[in-house]
C-alpha cells in the first residue's frame, strides 16, 4: 500500500509465509543425509530502500520443530540486519532440510534470492513480491 507520496506504508504484521525445502542428493539422485547446509538469504538492492530503514522485507527461519510453522522468535535465523550465511544440516534419512522464507508483503516489487550450498554443490531460489496493479498500464 502506498501513501499520497507513493511511499511504501510498511505494516510489519502484513506478511506470508512460504516454506521452502532443500534437498541434498548424489549424482544419481540418492539423497545425501546429515549433510552440511549453508544458506544465504539476500535481497535485491531494490530492496533495501532506506524508505524501510530497519524494516525487513525478508526473514529466514529454520523450522526446528518440523511443524512447517514459524515460532518466532525461536526460529529466526536472519532478517535482522545484513544477510548472513546459517549453516544447518539435512536430515538423516530424506537429505532434505525445511527453512521458512517469511515474506512482507506491505507493498509490491522486491526480491530476494534463497542460496544454498552443500559440499560443492549450489542452487538458489528467486523470491518475488509484487501487488496486484504491479505491471499494469
Known sequence: MLDNQ???IFYPDDYQDNVM???VSDPND???GEMKLELYLSPSNSTSNPILSNQHVFYLYDDLNGNGVVDHPEELVSGSGDPILYE?????YHGTKAVIVRTNTSCGGYRATLH????DGYGAMEINTQ???DGED
Not at 544447518?88 to 538423516?92: G, I, L, Q, S
Not at 544454498?116 to 559440499?119: R, S
Open 116 to 119: 544454498a550450498y552443500a559440499g
Open 30 to 32: 540418492r539423497p545425501i
Open 21 to 23: 525445502v532443500v534437498t
Open 88 to 92: 544447518t544440516e539435512t536430515e538423516k
Open 6 to 8: 507513493g511511499q511504501c
Open 131 to 133: 501487488t496486484e496493479d
